[in-house]
């Protein structure tokens, strides 16, 4: 049975991907399947917790007894999370939020041409980084990371740069780690150069692990 460790505070999940439309019938979006994040919600709901998720379009049933809010592109997820924010306590994001949109979305099919296609770009916000600057001293704001290379210099990169309580990497190289597997193998930095190296174990297990770090951090925190 999981500890009730959590109960009193209201967790902000965020999962799977985002979707961003270049016209009615295509999109640019990524690999994610939501499944560590939803795994992420269940097991804070079940420790306890208020949870709510703020998801991409993903194959998965919402975990129940969270509070469920679908989006599908990067502004909606920021403006969802930016709303949610004030009242958590604990904020995940595990979300694989694209770094790009199309400048303009047509409102009809783009035909082909027979031509070549240039696809023109501009930044999303940053929503993970747009929070570590509004965060206050009694929130905990957890971050993940999708590395193909160099995993500890960018994880403590991001940990820094945006202002994050723990980060969460995840060397997507490997088997059995990262996007769509039910498993994953992650390292999660914490703020004083510490870094915990998690064996491959299923995504529920990582979540409780995760979780086991934001009480004890919780704890480190009203200790001093
Ligand atoms: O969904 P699954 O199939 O289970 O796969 C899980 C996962 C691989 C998606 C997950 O474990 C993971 O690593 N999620 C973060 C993936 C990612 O987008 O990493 P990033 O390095 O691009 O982003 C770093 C952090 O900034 C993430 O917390 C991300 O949510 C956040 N971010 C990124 C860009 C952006 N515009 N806004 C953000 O908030």
Do not use: C, W
């Not at 969802?80 to 958590?88: K, P």
């Not at 914490?190 to 704890?219: F, Q, S, Y």
């Amino acid at each position: 049975l999981a500890p009730h460790d959590l109960a009193g505070l209201t967790v902000l999940v965020t999962a799977g991907p985002t979707r961003e439309s270049l016209d009615p019938v295509r999109y640019i979006s990524n690999r994610s399947s939501g499944k560590m994040g939803y795994a992420l919600a269940r097991a804070a709901a079940l420790r306890g917790a208020r949870v709510i998720l703020v998801s991409g379009p993903t194959a998965l049933e919402p975990p129940p007894d969270v509070e469920f809010i679908p989006v599908e592109t990067a502004d909606q997820m920021f403006n969802e999370v930016t709303r949610a924010f004030g009242g958590a306590d604990v904020i995940i994001k595990a979300a694989a939020v694209a770094d790009y949109r199309p400048v303009t979305v047509s409102h009809q099919k783009i035909k082909k041409s027979g031509q070549e296609m240039i696809i023109e770009l501009v930044p999303n916000p940053d929503i993970l980084a747009e929070l570590g600057r509004r965060k206050t001293s009694q929130q905990l704001l957890i971050g993940f990371a999708a590395e193909t290379n160099n995993l500890e210099q960018y994880a403590r990169e991001k940990l820094s740069r945006k202002n994050l309580d723990l980060l969460v990497a995840n060397d997507i190289t490997m088997p059995g780690a990262g996007f769509d597997y039910d498993t994953n193998i992650v390292r999660i930095f914490g703020p004083h150069d510490e870094v915990e190296d998690l064996p491959l174990m299923d995504k529920n297990t990582v979540a409780h692990k995760i979780l086991d770090r934001v009480i004890e951090l919780r704890k480190s925190r009203q200790g001093a």
